[in-house]
């Protein structure tokens, strides 16, 4: 799993202490090593505590302990342990803190509804969109990742999707329909997802070739409807679901049949309840 660069990390401390920090050189720096342990108030799932050690490290910190991305983390246990003068501890505080806080809120988000899913069907995947804050993408998918999901689209360089704005652009269904026939033959190693919003036109999307259907904002029976009508006829195409789904109703569309979830709910995920505990040396 790909994680964040040291250069990257950098910035992100640029963007607190650009230049000093006031407090502490005010106060005077002869602060006595300390300990500081970032500590977690709910069970949550570890994300990006690698990063976190190692901003603590490029600080001037040395790590004394861990748990790594992807690990459950109980109420009350510690998620990192570092160790410097008082001022050094006080420039790594909030950093760990704050990134720890999100990430960690995004992957337990995203486990919990992962874990939904799973209960009714093991093999459902739940898929996050490219509704990412923006300039947070890849901190935000890695965090994702932790929690056990899957990026749907990255961007627009990696896969194919027709919405229906594209659709929009041509003349008549006849283009349009010529245009995708062109399309399939051009995409030799992609697969074709296009997205549909009633069952009529899905089904219409089949016939055509398309690899995956995309329901956006579908209700529960014409989805098990398009499930059952892709099984008899076309079984190789997938169904997703997509639009307004979060963990607290995507049980009821795993149910349906479909083969992933589509979803944007864990980027609006609140912050993991963190705190930290300074002991002093």
């Known amino acids: 799993m790909s994680t964040l660069l040291d250069s990257e990390l950098l910035e992100y401390i640029r963007e607190d202490m650009p230049y000093f920090d006031l407090t502490t050189t005010l106060l005077g720096s002869n602060f006595d090593s300390a300990k500081l342990e970032v500590k977690t108030r709910e ?9 976190a050690a190692r901003i ?25 342990s570092i160790e410097a003068k008082g001022e050094i501890l006080h420039l790594a505080w909030k950093l760990t803190q704050v990134l720890l806080e999100y ?6 988000y995203a486990n919990d509804m992962l874990q939904s899913a799973h209960a009714v069907n093991p093999h459902c995947e739940i898929l996050v969109t490219r509704k990412s804050i923006p300039f947070a993408k890849k901190f935000a998918i890695r965090s994702l990742i932790c929690g056990g999901v899957l990026p749907h689209r990255l ?9 229906y704005h594209h659709r929009a652009l041509f003349e008549d269904d006849a283009s349009f329909k010529e245009a995708f026939k062109q ?13 549909c919003e009633d069952l009529e036109d899905a089904k219409e999307m089949l016939s055509l070739g398309a690899d995956v259907i995309q329901m956006d904002k579908c209700d529960i029976f014409t989805l098990r409807t398009l499930v ?7 079984p190789m195409a997938r169904i997703l679901a997509a639009g307004g789904i979060n963990k607290n109703n995507v049980a009821e569309f795993v149910k349906t049949g ?17 705190s930290v505990k300074w002991v002093k040396k």
């Open 155 to 163: 961007g627009l360089s990696e896969s194919i999707l027709v919405f």
């Open 56 to 80: 603590a490290e490029l600080l001037g910190c040395k790590v004394e302990f861990f748990i790594p991305s992807s690990n459950r983390v109980k109420a009350g246990e510690t998620i990192l």
């Open 103 to 108: 990430a960690c809120g995004m992957a337990t």
């Open 228 to 234: 059952e009508y892709k099984n008899a006829n076309f």
């Open 258 to 274: 479909v083969e992933a979830i589509i979803t944007s709910s864990p980027y609006q995920a609140k912050m993991a309840d963190i």
């Open 43 to 51: 069970d949550i799932v570890a994300a990006c505590s690698e990063e």
């Open 183 to 195: 399309l399939k033959i051009r995409a030799v190693e992609k697969k074709v997802v296009v997205e």
